[in-house]
Protein backbone atom coordinates (compact mmCIF):
# COMPACT_ATOMS: atom_id res chain seq x y z
CA UNK A 1 0.00 0.00 0.00
CA UNK A 2 1.16 3.44 -1.06
CA UNK A 3 2.37 5.61 2.30
CA UNK A 4 0.21 9.10 2.52
CA UNK A 5 1.35 11.69 0.77
CA UNK A 6 2.46 15.08 3.11
CA UNK A 7 3.76 18.12 1.78
CA UNK A 8 6.06 20.44 3.16
CA UNK A 9 5.87 23.39 2.47
CA UNK A 10 8.77 24.64 0.75
CA UNK A 11 11.06 24.82 -2.17
CA UNK A 12 14.82 24.25 -0.04
CA UNK A 13 15.54 20.96 -1.14
CA UNK A 14 17.69 20.56 1.79
CA UNK A 15 15.40 20.97 4.21
CA UNK A 16 12.86 18.16 2.33
CA UNK A 17 15.54 15.24 2.56
CA UNK A 18 16.73 15.93 6.00
CA UNK A 19 12.91 15.73 6.76
CA UNK A 20 11.85 13.22 4.27
CA UNK A 21 15.04 10.81 5.46
CA UNK A 22 13.41 11.48 9.40
CA UNK A 23 9.50 10.36 8.11
CA UNK A 24 10.16 8.17 5.26
CA UNK A 25 8.37 4.96 7.25
CA UNK A 26 5.24 7.03 7.78
CA UNK A 27 4.65 9.45 4.97
CA UNK A 28 5.93 10.26 1.53
CA UNK A 29 7.10 13.73 1.88
CA UNK A 30 6.60 15.97 -0.92
CA UNK A 31 7.48 19.74 -1.82
CA UNK A 32 5.90 22.26 -2.83
CA UNK A 33 7.05 22.02 -6.75
CA UNK A 34 6.04 18.45 -6.39
CA UNK A 35 2.48 19.37 -6.10
CA UNK A 36 2.73 22.21 -8.91
CA UNK A 37 3.12 24.70 -6.31
CA UNK A 38 4.70 28.02 -8.04
CA UNK A 39 3.28 30.99 -6.80
CA UNK A 40 5.33 32.89 -3.69
CA UNK A 41 2.92 31.56 -0.80
CA UNK A 42 1.92 34.75 1.65
CA UNK A 43 3.71 35.92 4.78
CA UNK A 44 1.68 38.62 5.53
CA UNK A 45 1.38 37.55 9.57
CA UNK A 46 2.95 39.87 12.00
CA UNK A 47 4.20 36.74 13.80
CA UNK A 48 6.65 33.95 13.43
CA UNK A 49 3.51 31.78 14.65
CA UNK A 50 1.53 33.13 12.35
CA UNK A 51 3.39 33.24 9.03
CA UNK A 52 4.22 29.50 9.77
CA UNK A 53 -0.15 28.79 10.22
CA UNK A 54 -0.95 30.72 6.96
CA UNK A 55 1.81 29.42 4.46
CA UNK A 56 0.12 25.33 5.65
CA UNK A 57 -3.20 27.04 5.19
CA UNK A 58 -2.70 28.72 1.68
CA UNK A 59 -1.29 25.19 0.45
CA UNK A 60 -4.58 23.16 2.29
CA UNK A 61 -6.62 25.10 0.81
CA UNK A 62 -5.06 25.73 -2.86
CA UNK A 63 -3.90 22.14 -2.88
CA UNK A 64 -6.16 20.01 -0.82
CA UNK A 65 -3.36 18.19 0.52
CA UNK A 66 -2.38 17.55 4.20
CA UNK A 67 1.03 19.38 4.85
CA UNK A 68 3.11 21.30 7.30
CA UNK A 69 5.16 24.43 7.32
CA UNK A 70 7.86 26.66 8.69
CA UNK A 71 8.88 29.82 9.83
CA UNK A 72 11.72 30.51 11.58
CA UNK A 73 13.43 34.07 13.34
CA UNK A 74 16.08 35.45 15.21
CA UNK A 75 14.96 37.66 17.66
CA UNK A 76 17.24 40.29 19.94
CA UNK A 77 16.17 41.39 23.16
CA UNK A 78 17.98 45.21 22.97
CA UNK A 79 16.03 45.27 20.08
CA UNK A 80 12.61 45.04 21.31
CA UNK A 81 12.49 40.87 19.48
CA UNK A 82 13.91 42.67 15.91
CA UNK A 83 14.47 41.29 13.22
CA UNK A 84 11.48 38.75 14.31
CA UNK A 85 9.34 38.17 11.60
CA UNK A 86 11.14 40.17 9.22
CA UNK A 87 14.61 38.41 10.07
CA UNK A 88 15.42 37.64 6.28
CA UNK A 89 14.18 40.97 5.05
CA UNK A 90 15.73 43.71 7.84
CA UNK A 91 17.53 45.28 5.48
CA UNK A 92 15.31 45.47 2.91
CA UNK A 93 13.31 43.41 0.42
CA UNK A 94 16.29 41.85 -1.45
CA UNK A 95 16.75 39.23 1.45
CA UNK A 96 20.67 39.66 1.51
CA UNK A 97 22.08 38.11 4.60
CA UNK A 98 25.69 40.24 4.51
CA UNK A 99 23.70 43.50 4.82
CA UNK A 100 20.83 41.69 7.29
CA UNK A 101 24.06 40.98 9.91
CA UNK A 102 25.87 43.90 8.89
CA UNK A 103 22.47 46.25 9.75
CA UNK A 104 21.85 43.79 12.89
CA UNK A 105 25.42 44.65 14.28
CA UNK A 106 25.03 48.48 13.39
CA UNK A 107 22.03 48.94 15.73
CA UNK A 108 23.26 46.74 18.53
CA UNK A 109 26.74 48.41 18.46
CA UNK A 110 25.96 50.74 21.74
CA UNK A 111 23.71 47.66 23.74
CA UNK A 112 25.33 46.34 26.24
CA UNK A 113 22.90 43.14 26.15
CA UNK A 114 23.49 41.26 23.33
CA UNK A 115 21.16 38.20 24.12
CA UNK A 116 19.27 36.72 21.74
CA UNK A 117 17.45 33.62 20.20
CA UNK A 118 16.53 31.63 17.44
CA UNK A 119 13.02 30.59 17.12
CA UNK A 120 11.38 27.80 14.17
CA UNK A 121 7.90 27.39 14.18
CA UNK A 122 5.90 24.33 12.49
CA UNK A 123 2.29 24.67 11.77
CA UNK A 124 1.32 20.66 10.46
CA UNK A 125 -2.69 20.32 9.12
CA UNK A 126 -3.39 16.69 9.19
CA UNK A 127 -6.97 15.09 9.30
CA UNK A 128 -8.47 18.56 8.97
CA UNK A 129 -6.12 19.68 12.61
CA UNK A 130 -3.80 22.16 13.15
CA UNK A 131 -1.36 21.17 15.43
CA UNK A 132 2.05 23.68 16.68
CA UNK A 133 6.02 22.62 17.33
CA UNK A 134 8.50 25.18 18.27
CA UNK A 135 11.80 25.09 18.91
CA UNK A 136 13.97 27.71 20.76
CA UNK A 137 17.74 28.22 21.03
CA UNK A 138 19.00 31.13 23.52
CA UNK A 139 22.53 32.52 22.88
CA UNK A 140 24.32 35.72 22.04
CA UNK A 141 24.94 37.79 18.84
CA UNK A 142 29.02 38.19 18.72
CA UNK A 143 30.36 41.10 17.50
CA UNK A 144 31.96 39.89 14.42
CA UNK A 145 31.79 37.12 11.92
CA UNK A 146 33.33 33.90 12.12
CA UNK A 147 32.71 30.53 10.28
CA UNK A 148 31.77 29.51 6.76
CA UNK A 149 29.36 26.98 7.34
CA UNK A 150 24.90 27.78 7.99
CA UNK A 151 23.33 30.80 6.02
CA UNK A 152 21.74 33.85 7.61
CA UNK A 153 22.59 35.07 10.68
CA UNK A 154 24.68 32.11 11.66
CA UNK A 155 27.93 33.29 11.41
CA UNK A 156 27.01 35.90 14.33
CA UNK A 157 25.21 33.63 16.65
CA UNK A 158 26.73 31.48 19.08
CA UNK A 159 24.63 29.39 21.09
CA UNK A 160 24.04 29.08 24.96
CA UNK A 161 26.74 26.89 26.45
CA UNK A 162 28.74 26.64 22.97
CA UNK A 163 31.93 28.72 21.81
CA UNK A 164 31.33 28.65 18.05
CA UNK A 165 28.49 30.39 16.18
CA UNK A 166 26.56 28.21 14.54
CA UNK A 167 28.52 29.27 11.19
CA UNK A 168 31.62 27.55 12.97
CA UNK A 169 29.82 24.27 13.20
CA UNK A 170 29.01 21.28 10.80
CA UNK A 171 25.98 20.46 9.99
CA UNK A 172 24.97 17.53 12.35
CA UNK A 173 26.12 19.65 15.06
CA UNK A 174 24.08 22.23 14.53
CA UNK A 175 21.27 19.96 13.87
CA UNK A 176 21.43 18.17 16.78
CA UNK A 177 21.29 21.97 19.15
CA UNK A 178 19.14 24.10 16.34
CA UNK A 179 15.57 25.75 16.77
CA UNK A 180 14.84 24.11 13.18
CA UNK A 181 16.10 21.02 14.44
CA UNK A 182 14.23 20.51 17.95
CA UNK A 183 11.26 21.55 16.40
CA UNK A 184 11.64 19.11 13.34
CA UNK A 185 12.14 16.07 16.10
CA UNK A 186 8.50 17.27 17.85
CA UNK A 187 6.83 17.18 14.88
CA UNK A 188 8.72 13.89 13.61
CA UNK A 189 7.52 12.09 17.25
CA UNK A 190 4.19 13.20 16.75
CA UNK A 191 3.92 11.79 13.53
CA UNK A 192 5.40 8.29 14.01
CA UNK A 193 3.10 8.05 17.04
CA UNK A 194 0.06 8.14 15.08
CA UNK A 195 -1.65 5.02 14.22
Known sequence: MPLPKLCFATNNEHKLKEVSAMLRSKFEVVGLKDIGCTEDIPETQATIEGNSAQKARYVKAHYGIDCFADDTGLEVIALNNEPGVFSARYAGPQRNSEDNIQLLLKNLADKADRSARFKTVFTLILSGEEHTFTGI???????????????????????????????????????????????????????????
Open 137 to 195: VNGEIIKEKRGESGFGYDPIFVPEDYEKTFAEMSAEEKNEISHRGLAVAQLVDFLERLD
